[in-house]
């Protein structure tokens, strides 16, 4: 696992916030990049035994969220797509980079992958920025 200290992992990757209890960890948080992996559990899978397409958009949401943070601002989502390509089993890993990183809005492309290195799903994701302490 790749050596990172983002103050915001200290945030989203601890008990009681809701990508924790979901089975979601940030890995990586650089400006310009966001890592994350989703554990999979009983809690994240759908009635088909595959992941449950919410839990793969919560991963994208969360890690697409540090992304847009990465450089210091806060963010609330304020618009996502998302495609599901392929059914997916087991841990998924989500990999965040911007499209724009904007004083207003910021637009991060995500990309999900199971762990044979295969895309089950891709999604972009629009962010209200602010500054850190101002809604």
Do not use: W, Y
């Not at 990508?19 to 990586?28: L, Q, Y």
């Not at 559990?41 to 969360?62: E, R």
């Amino acid at each position: 696992m790749e050596e990172n200290k983002h103050p915001i992992l200290a945030v989203v990757n601890c008990p009681n916030q809701f990508s924790f209890e979901n089975g979601i960890e940030v890995t990586c948080v650089k400006p310009g990049l966001a890592r994350g992996v989703l554990r999979a559990g009983p809690a994240s899978i759908n009635p088909h035994g595959m992941i449950h397409g919410g839990a793969m958009a919560a991963l994208a949401d969360t890690v697409g969220g540090c992304c847009a943070c990465s450089t210091g601002d806060s963010c609330v989502t304020a618009n996502s797509t998302m495609e599901f390509l392929r059914p997916a089993r087991g841990d998924l890993f989500c990999e965040a980079i911007p499209k724009k990183l904007g004083r207003q809005l910021s637009v991060i492309q995500v990309v999900i992958t199971d762990t044979a290195g295969k895309t089950v799903a891709t999604g972009t994701f629009t962010f209200f920025m602010s500054k850190l302490g101002k809604a």
